[in-house]
């Protein structure tokens, strides 16, 4: 795929979900008092989406939730029972705001099964391991100790809103960088920093999530890798490495990690959420030294320690269950769930559609034609009871809208199906309305098969 500018901010709506959410500031009479951050502070679409999208006749296509099926759900029942009697005082007290000792010596054996060795992590130490609640508090908090208000961070084109929201709410302006099927683009990482040197800028960090990205599916190809890592270590830019999919890849193919070829300039962030029960709130950030004392801070006062019961109930899980072999069934049923997307979009999309084809983790990322906007055309997917995720969530800059994200981790293969067909009917809706007012529609010769989107990049 190639890189394409960016689109124009569209003004389409939610709907009321959203729509309440902007008129609440009107009538809060607390509204002056606030920080100028807040200002920042907005709900993201996705979140928005939530109270429609969790309907029973609505099928979800929108939120990224784990399925959670393949859990031993009895076994665990006895092990957080015994946790409870054997080791209720201290489990259930305060604790370290590093996290569990136990806990994080377990994390290297975690990364060691991605990487193929404890080695190939890039050198693992318990004592850099700083557990938090769910990777997104490393995300914030890192946010927190690098970033003042104005300051630039580069992230992928387009990247997960989770990250654009920490971003948002500590006022850092976002770049994007572009992206193509093999991940983010090294030419374009140096033209960005390029740029930023000839302003006489620099970023704080770049924010990347290298193995079957949200919200795209794609990886950064194995050989870009080091490539990405030297232009940052010759720019002085910091790598922060998100990596909560690594584990996931269909066939079981794993990638190296950032941190693995420069450990003192990536900061890796990990999470249990897609590998065991995301309701936990576990997460970590194995870090330089120095960093790594800032974010034991930074926990301290933002939450002062990270929950001990439910790192134990990891930890655990762990120790007493074989959590590979579950990983391993999570890869087959999320393969099985892709290719039930995949197979209906090929049959159900218009013409002119085109979509990435995911080799491990949660999303599909689809182009629809030119003159359909996925935000606009979102509330006459609800009402057809079907939802996704419109790609404007996804880039800073509100761009993004030919692009949706489609989720396939948790509905059934046949609801998903099902959930395609629905959504066709939109798209067709919609394209009938752009012929019959003369706006562009799709163009000939387009194809609707299985191919790669182009991305938005500013």
């Given at each position: 795929m190639t890189?394409?500018?960016?689109?124009?901010?569209?003004?389409?709506?939610?709907?009321?979900?959203?729509?309440?959410?902007?008129?609440?500031?009107?009538?809060?009479?607390?509204?002056?008092?606030?920080?100028?951050r807040t200002a920042g502070m907005t709900?993201?679409?996705?979140?928005?989406?939530?109270?429609?999208?969790?309907?029973?006749?609505?099928?979800?296509?929108?939120?990224?939730?784990?399925?959670?099926?393949?859990?031993?759900?009895?076994?665990?029942?006895?092990?957080?029972?015994?946790?409870?009697?054997?080791?209720?005082?201290?489990?259930?007290?305060?604790?370290?705001?590093?996290?569990?000792?136990?806990?994080?010596?377990?994390?290297?054996e975690v990364m060691a099964f991605e990487a193929g060795s404890l080695a190939a992590t890039g050198g693992f130490a318990p004592d850099d391991v700083v557990v938090t609640v769910g990777s997104q508090s490393a995300l914030?908090?890192?946010?927190?100790?690098?970033?003042d208000p104005g300051d630039v961070v580069l992230a992928e084109s387009p990247s997960y809103v989770?990250?654009?929201?920490?971003?948002?709410?500590?006022?850092?302006?976002?770049?994007?960088?572009?992206?193509?099927?093999?991940?983010?683009?090294?030419?374009?990482?140096?033209e960005a920093l390029q740029r930023l040197a000839r302003e006489g800028r620099r970023a704080k960090f770049l924010y990347?999530?290298?193995?079957?990205q949200n919200p795209v599916g794609v990886s950064l190809a194995t050989e870009r890798r080091p490539?990405?890592?030297?232009?940052?270590?010759?720019?002085?830019?910091?790598?922060?490495?998100d990596n909560p999919y690594g584990l996931l890849g269909f066939d079981g193919q794993t990638f190296p990690s950032l941190r693995s070829m420069d450990p003192e300039n990536v900061v890796y962030l990990g999470s249990f959420s897609k590998i065991f029960a995301?309701?936990?709130?576990?997460?970590?950030?194995?870090?330089?030294?120095?960093?790594?004392?800032?974010?034991?801070?930074?926990?301290?006062?933002?939450?002062?320690?990270?929950?001990?019961?439910t790192q134990l109930v990891v930890s655990r899980y762990l120790a007493t269950h074989d959590w590979r072999s579950l990983v391993k069934s999570f890869r087959e049923m999320y393969r099985e769930r892709c290719e039930a997307m995949l197979a209906a979009l090929e049959t159900h999309l218009p013409d002119g559609c085109r979509w990435t084809r995911p080799e491990g983790g949660f999303f599909v990322w689809a182009t629809v034609p030119e003159g359909v906007d996925t935000r606009a055309m979102l509330p006459r997917a609800i009402t057809a009871r079907v939802a996704y995720a419109s790609g404007t969530g996804f880039h800073a800059d509100g761009s993004g809208s030919r692009h949706m994200r489609l989720s396939f981790c948790y509905p059934p293969p046949e609801r998903i199906t099902e959930g395609v067909r629905r959504l066709a009917g939109v798209l067709?809706?919609?394209?009938?309305?752009?012929?019959?007012?003369?706006?562009?529609?799709?163009?000939?010769?387009?194809?609707?098969?299985?191919?790669?989107?182009?991305?938005?990049?500013?």
């Open positions: 890189a394409m500018p960016p689109e124009h901010r569209t003004t389409g709506s939610l709907g009321p979900a959203a729509a309440a959410g902007a008129a609440g500031d009107a009538g809060d009479p607390h509204l002056e008092r606030y920080a100028a709900a993201s679409e996705i979140r928005a989406l939530f109270a429609v999208a969790s309907r029973p006749e609505v099928v979800s296509l929108a939120g990224g939730m784990p399925n959670l099926a393949a859990l031993p759900l009895e076994s665990l029942s006895v092990e957080v029972a015994g946790l409870v009697a054997a080791e209720g005082q201290s489990a259930l007290q305060y604790g370290s705001a590093q996290g569990v000792p136990v806990l994080r010596e377990q994390i290297g914030d908090m890192l946010t927190r100790l690098f970033v989770g990250a654009l929201g920490s971003f948002a709410a500590y006022q850092a302006e976002v770049r994007h960088v572009a992206m193509d099927d093999d991940g983010l683009l090294p030419a374009a990482l140096d990347t999530v290298p193995n079957f490539q990405i890592v030297e232009i940052c270590r010759r720019h002085g830019v910091l790598i922060v490495e995301s309701g936990l709130r576990v997460g970590w950030a194995l870090a330089p030294h120095g960093i790594r004392d800032k974010l034991v801070l930074a926990a301290e006062s933002a939450t002062l320690c990270p929950p001990a019961f067709d809706g919609e394209l009938d309305l752009l012929r019959t007012f003369g706006v562009a529609g799709p163009r000939p010769g387009t194809s609707g098969g299985p191919q790669a989107p182009s991305m938005d990049t500013t």
